[in-house]
């Protein structure tokens, strides 16, 4: 079985839907550790009752970027995970960080890339009134939010919608786009092959983008 390592800052919804996946059989990996970069991430505390290991490597500790990094990669490599999962990590990795885990790093970024790379999607989104919004799970590179694709979630924009309704509509479509990305790196079916995805063997289905049906999403 393979062995993963998720890596927090804050409220850790994601990572709790991955560690339901694991709890219910759906997801057949092991959870080395959940590593926050906050010592207060509300996610540190969820994942602590469950029964995981827990660390923090605290970014306010290490005035420059490289050190956290340098810091960070060795509790990661301690662990010697298969996967290392980006779940609402708000830090900026170095590209020597990035280069170390390619291939075996993803994250999910609240947009449908490449709209939206940074901060703030869904307050962008609404002020550009865009019509299909969603979420992306994709290997990390040197590039912020730009790293190949490996699925998509569209939800639509309603008229009425606000930053948190949008928020949440989204959030739904991140918790299982994320458990079904990290279920295809687990069974050895997605791979990073010369900077390009693949999954083998798509069943009827499975699809790299997935689409909720149109006003069903509230
Ligand atoms: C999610 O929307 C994730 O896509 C983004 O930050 C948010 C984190 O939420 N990177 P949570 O900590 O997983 O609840």
Redesign the pocket.
Known sequence: MKSIVIL????????ESLLDAVDSGALPVSVAAVISSRADAQ?LTTAAKRGIPTQVVDHRQFPRREDFDAALAEVIDALSPDLVVL??F?RILSDGFVTRFTGRLIN???SLLPSFPGLHTHRRALDEGVKVHG?TVHFVTTALDHGPIIVQAAVPVLDDDDETRL?AR??AQ?HAIYTQAVRWLADGRLQLVDGRVRLDAPQDGEGLLTAPRIRTGR
Do not use: K
């Open positions: 927090i800052s804050g409220r850790g919804s994601n990572m996610g779940a609402g708000m999910i970024h609240p979420c928020a989204v959030l991140e």
